[in-house]
Structure formats: structure tokens, C-alpha cells
């Protein structure tokens, strides 16, 4: 069974970068399409990324031109790399398995990202 454990996350100032792993147990080739979300304190989890089986990336509004999602598949990882970070960047994010427009597992723990000064 797929599993997938986010990693990565930490304090960056406003205008840096991080970037975040999601490390897939099983084969990543059975997976359709990964997808990051996160969390930020009293709000929706909301889809910041999506990567499909053939690499073609989707991102809402929010972060395009900034958060670049790929998938390395020798690895059974998907990366995040979010630049120019602010403080509504600040949330717990997530990956998960993705088809149809929704999540299809449980949700992790997750990594935490905190954009500060």
C-alpha cells in the first residue's frame, strides 16, 4: 500500500525558499497524479500543487510563479520548492495521492513551514 511522508519544512525569513519532500513508499508509477496542500492556523486545507503521472503541473493563482512542484521517480519522491516566501505561505503542508480534483488518502502528519523575520 502507498504511503507518503512530507519532510522538509522549517523558519524561513520573508523572501527566502524551502523546499519540501514527499517520499513515496511503493511505486510511484501506480500513483496518477500528487498533489501538495496545506493548512495555515484557522483556515481550509487548500491544493497549493499537482503533479501528474506524465509531469504536467497545475497551481492555483496563489503561488504560480512561485512553487514549482516535480517528481523525481528514481527516488519515489515530489518536491516542492516554494521561492519568494511571505507570511501567508506560513501553513502545515501536505502530499497526497490525487485524482479527480480530490485526495485519496489519509492525510499524514505533514511538514511545517513558518515564513518569519
Known amino acids: 500500500q502507498v504511503q507518503l511522508v512530507e519532510s522538509g519544512g522549517g523558519l524561513v525569513q520573508p523572501g527566502g525558499s524551502l523546499r519540501l519532500s514527499c517520499s513515496i513508499s511503493g511505486s510511484i508509477f501506480s500513483i496518477p497524479a500528487v498533489a501538495w496542500y496545506r493548512q495555515a492556523p484557522g483556515k481550509q486545507r487548500e491544493l497549493v500543487a499537482t503533479i501528474t503521472s506524465g509531469g504536467r503541473t497545475n497551481y492555483p493563482d496563489s503561488v504560480k510563479g512561485r512553487f514549482t512542484i516535480s517528481r523525481d521517480n528514481a527516488k519515489n519522491t515530489v518536491y516542492l520548492q516554494m521561492n519568494s516566501l511571505n507570511s501567508e505561505d506560513t501553513a502545515v503542508y501536505y502530499c497526497?495521492?490525487?485524482?479527480?480534483?480530490?485526495?485519496?488518502?489519509?492525510w499524514g502528519q505533514g511538514t511545517r513551514v513558518t515564513v518569519s523575520s
Open positions: 497526497n495521492v490525487y485524482s479527480n480534483g480530490r485526495p485519496l488518502k489519509s
